[in-house]
């Protein structure tokens, strides 16, 4: 089993609707919790940060399930500049134990007129 | 606005040659990451240091590749001999440390070996 997953995709859907992506997690001692956009032939780059609590950037929505160990990100009124591949992004280690990132293989997101 | 750069950005040559990736952190920044990025396997870390020392590089293998960083401005990969299936994008990223940092990454090296 990958140590993060998700659904590839490619998420085909119009210009403002709302999406959701699901990504899980193999290791339940995770700690910190990541989503990255990487547009085509760019390099990956911190949307946002998954709190416990949930979090809200404007039209970006990321929540995390421990119990269920997944982590979502849901976007509002998708933009045609929201087409791109969102990558999950897991951390194993405790705090002070470095920030050695596993990512997950991304889901293509294709918001069409 | 601070960036990591790699060089170079694109990169051709033949199976066996010797191939060298360079990437510059920003600056102040105390962790560098080594990533590969294929269609198959996606993200992949190959290596990664903290204050210039080399603290994990599982990811890589060992009897093609080399990562180092002979100052706090330079990281180098290299890859003796390359493969064919050493094709693939190549990023190098840069963060502060701590579990909740954001890792920069720079525009990667795009290497065909043929």
């Known amino acids: 089993r990958k140590e993060v997953e998700q659904d590839p995709g490619p998420f085909n859907v119009p210009e403002g609707a709302t999406v959701a992506f699901n990504c899980t997690y193999s290791?339940?001692?995770?700690?910190?919790f990541f989503w990255y956009r990487q547009d085509c032939r760019k390099e990956p780059k911190l949307l946002m940060s998954?709190?416990?609590s949930g979090n809200e950037d404007g039209r970006f929505t990321a929540q995390l399930n421990r119990a269920s160990q997944y982590i979502s990100l849901l976007i509002r009124d998708s933009k045609l500049s929201d087409s791109a591949t969102y990558l999950c992004?897991?951390?194993?280690?405790?705090?002070?134990?470095?920030?050695?990132?596993?990512f997950g293989t991304g889901t293509q997101l294709k918001v069409e007129l | 606005d601070a960036r990591v750069t790699q060089t170079p950005r694109h990169k051709v040559t033949e199976m066996g040659q010797e191939v060298t990736m360079r990437c510059q952190p920003i600056?102040?920044?105390?962790?560098v990451f080594w990533y590969r990025q294929t269609m198959m396997q996606g993200l992949e870390l190959l290596a990664y240091?903290?204050?210039?020392?080399?603290?994990?590089d599982s990811g890589m293998p060992k009897d093609r590749f080399s990562a180092e960083m002979p100052d706090a401005t330079l990281a180098t990969l290299k890859i003796q001999p390359s493969e064919p299936r050493d094709s693939a994008v190549y990023f190098c990223?840069?963060?502060?440390?701590?579990?909740?940092?954001?890792?920069?990454f720079g525009p990667g090296t795009r290497l065909t070996v043929l």
């Open positions: 990223a840069s963060g502060l440390g701590g579990s909740l940092d954001t890792q920069y």
């Open positions: 290791n339940s001692a995770s700690q910190s």
């Open positions: 998954v709190y416990s």
């Open positions: 992004v897991v951390n194993p280690s405790r705090s002070g134990g470095g920030n050695k990132l596993t």
């Open positions: 600056l102040g920044h105390n962790t």
């Open positions: 240091f903290r204050n210039r020392a080399p603290l994990d």
